[in-house]
């Protein structure tokens, strides 16, 4: 067993870069080929069911039934061209990751043959027997139907030989079972609520965009090392092993050369991803030994989450081909970094205006003021609920656990617009904002030094930093969705929103002009947010966690308690007034959150258990009876004074039978603890109790680590986190 260690580690480090089918053209010419883009629509639509299907995905308008059979009769002449012989509805249930059931374009003839069809119904609806998926008691078992339904505003693709058609995914009762459709719901709110203040500057503005710009951090392993790690394997994270004497300390691997085999698989990636129509940017190796970064170009929040998750797709099946696999857990190895998908956020309109970046001259500061203070006052009443919108079992190892991100939602400003806001409270309302240029400065302005345009300070230990033209939600974890996040914020904001242009509203009828009215409704929520909210120090402190208590933050650290938000009048009311989700639909998905949470603990507890009974306890055993042995044979050949030889060996064999004896008593506890929740019915309770098992995890691998550090090595089943963290 112990050579198989080996010989898997001494494999994995000889293996060479994959030679990559590199194609002939360049990325500009091939990016977007296996999207059905405007470019192809065009191409395979007639002039009318083209201009149809532009008016369905530009303004909302509804696709009748004519018009989707010529759509889908384009799409299946595409599609053949390219080899495509199946199709199936993509969509995102609440689980991780995307499903998708293929069907073959294959019908009979009516002749004794078969043709290929594919009618506008099939791409419109399909009825999936949606059982199966998670739904918190929504749909009742005796009516599995659900039915996914296309959705126009982002892309068909090819995948293989499939074309992939992204939907919803309801109940029969036209309840969201999915992300997708309360997400695209807080973006109309969110552009429903910004569009009016947004005249107040520019009346030719026709439509706010949310955009979204994701970090997707990830850990690769060799498939081979990976195999050999039962936690691993089940878990996406290692439930036990020692730390490796060198780990990240010297900050050499972030931005750091990418190694060979690694940087293939990038290209590879990339690759694919543009032919998707996905446009990467940036690739990068991040803090952890064997951690990297992948970002895109910023896009339409519902697109550009639909890439995420087709991206990760991809990286899944292109990491097999370089003899990898990927990890988007948020915490595979214990003692480096872990893995987030920062949410770079902003919102802009259809006119190239982003809300969130300084203006061009006072109306356009004051355009940024008012949407930067109402989304950092949406963000202090929703703290906890944007807390809870990432509070996941895998995610809930980062949180709090002394990087980022803290497990209190605050929001980073930096100097500068700390002191514009500052300011702002003090001069009187129709003082204008300005870009501090190299022109001569007038007194009384409020000013935004140029400089801060493309240079804002960092802070890396904030969960929602701004970022010069964006916030950056740093909390959302590697392996979520990001419309958990996006659809929580937005919706947030968009609350706020509607808020703030009422009492604009109120202050313009009593006769105070746009400008005026608009700065004396901000004075008073600055005045709010800048004692609360806004935090630019250490995130990580201790002296924090008290001080955000004290503000009236959110500081749980529980995630199924975190969950909770949800349910709570504050939030059914929004999120009901806005009409993103119902509270059924509310409570349904909090039971969800809180069974898969139970579920994935129940997994790791057990594989936990069963990796200690079966691998650990016997190597430790196995060396335990050598050193036995070895001190036996030294009584034999020095019976005088062999005592004072064997010390060390002695405590050896002492230690190995305690630490056995303690890893045996609290698995046992831990076993019994299981079977304990098991019992319980309610899944909120069931996940308190699972949250304590979490907890009890942590006490069981130390020992198992203790014993790594002394067992002989040759005799350690698993391997170690050396050899998995730097084989590239
Ligand atoms: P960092 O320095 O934070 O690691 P990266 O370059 O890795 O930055 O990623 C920044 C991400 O933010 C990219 O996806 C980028 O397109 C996105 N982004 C930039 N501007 C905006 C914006 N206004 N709104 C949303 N996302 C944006
Ligand atoms: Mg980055």
Not at 124 to 146: K, L, V
Request: glycine content about 6%; some cysteine; charged content about 25%.
């Amino acid at each position: 067993m112990s050579k198989l260690r080996f010989d898997v580690v001494q494999d994995a480090f000889k293996k060479k870069a994959v030679e990559i089918d590199t194609p002939a053209t360049r990325p500009e010419d091939y990016f977007g080929c296996l999207t059905f883009n405007r470019e192809k629509m065009y191409k395979y639509l007639d002039a009318k069911t083209y201009q149809a299907l532009i008016d369905v995905i530009d303004n909302g308008m509804t696709l009748d039934l004519k018009t989707a059979d010529k759509v889908a009769e384009g799409m299946k002449t595409w599609a053949m061209e390219n080899g495509v012989t199946h199709v199936t509805h993509w969509f995102q249930p609440l689980t991780e990751g995307t499903a998708e059931k293929h069907d073959s374009f294959m019908e009979y003839d009516g002749k004794g043959g078969m043709v290929e069809e594919f009618t506008g119904k099939s791409l419109i609806q399909q009825e999936p027997d949606a059982s199966s998926f998670p739904n918190g008691g929504i749909r009742a078992t005796f009516e599995a139907r659900g039915y996914t339904a296309w959705d126009p505003t982002s892309p068909v693709f090819i995948q293989d030989d499939t074309l992939c058609i992204p939907t919803v995914f309801i109940s029969y009762t036209g309840d969201a079972l999915d992300y997708k459709t309360p997400l695209k719901k807080a973006l109309k709110a969110v552009n429903d609520a910004a569009l009016p203040i947004c005249r107040l500057f520019d009346p030719k503005v026709k439509k706010v965009y949310s955009y979204l710009g994701w970090e997707q951090e990830y850990f690769l392993v060799d498939e081979d090392l990976y195999a050999a790690r039962p936690d691993l394997m089940l878990c996406g994270r290692t439930l036990m092993g020692h730390s490796s004497s060198k780990n990240q300390q010297l900050d050499d691997h972030y931005f750091g050369a990418i190694p060979s085999r690694v940087a293939a698989f990038m290209r590879d990636i990339e690759i694919a991803g543009y032919k998707l129509g996905i446009p990467l940017k940036t690739r990068h190796n991040e803090v952890a030994p064997n951690q990297f970064e992948l970002a895109p170009i910023y896009g339409e929040t519902n697109l550009s989450n639909d890439q995420n998750q087709m991206i990760m797709n991809v990286m899944n099946t292109i990491a097999r081909k370089h003899g990898f696999v990927v990890l988007f857990h948020e915490k595979p190895f214990d003692g480096i970094n872990g893995s987030g998908k920062h949410n770079n956020w902003s919102l802009g309109t259809d006119t190239g205006t982003l809300l969130l970046a300084p203006g061009k001259d006072a109306k356009g500061n004051l355009q940024f003021v008012t949407f930067f203070v109402n989304v950092l006052a949406a963000v202090q009443k929703y703290n906890g609920l944007l807390k809870a919108s990432i509070a996941t079992a895998t995610n809930a190892h980062r949180l709090g656990a002394n990087e980022a991100p803290p497990a209190i939602v605050s929001a980073f400003l930096g100097k500068t617009m700390t002191d514009v806001l500052k300011k702002l409270m003090d001069v009187p309302s129709d003082t204008p904002i300005e870009i501090a240029g190299k022109k001569g400065r007038s007194v009384g302005l409020v000013e935004i030094p140029e400089i801060f345009v493309d240079n804002t300070d960092r802070n890396r230990t904030s969960p929602f930093a701004f970022t010069g033209n964006r916030f950056e939600f740093r909390a959302v974890g590697s392996s979520a969705n990001c419309a958990g996040a996006m659809t929580t914020l937005n919706a947030a904001v968009a609350e706020q929103l509607i808020e703030f242009k009422a009492a604009v509203d109120a202050e313009m009828a009593s006769g105070k002009p746009c400008n005026v009215a608009i700065m004396d409704c901000l004075k008073p929520i600055i005045k709010s947010i800048i004692n609360v909210v806004c935090f630019d120090g250490n995130g990580y402190s201790d002296e924090w966690k008290v001080e955000a208590a004290k503000r009236g933050l959110d500081v749980e650290t529980n995630v199924p308690k975190m969950i909770k938000c949800f349910t709570e009048e504050k939030a059914v009311n929004m999120f009901t007034k806005l009409g993103i989700y119902s509270k059924v639909e509310l409570e349904a998905r909090n039971e969800v959150k809180w069974e898969t949470y139970s579920k994935k603990v129940q997994i790791e507890a057990r594989v936990m258990g069963r990796m200690a009974t079966n691998h650990i306890i016997p190597a430790a055993l196995e060396y335990q009876s050598k050193l036995l042995k070895n001190i036996k044979l030294m009584q034999t050949a020095f019976p005088e004074d062999y005592k004072d030889m064997v010390a060390t060996q002695m405590d050896i064999v002492k230690e190995i039978s305690r630490r056995v004896n303690d890893i045996t008593v609290k698995v046992d506890a831990m076993i019994e603890a299981r079977k304990a929740a098991n019992k319980i019915e309610d899944e909120y309770e069931k996940a308190l109790a699972y949250h304590e098992i979490a907890e009890s995890l942590f006490a069981i691998r130390r020992p198992i680590d203790k014993l790594e550090e002394i067992v002989d090595n040759n005799t350690w089943p698993l391997p170690k986190y050396r050899e998995i963290l730097f084989i590239n």
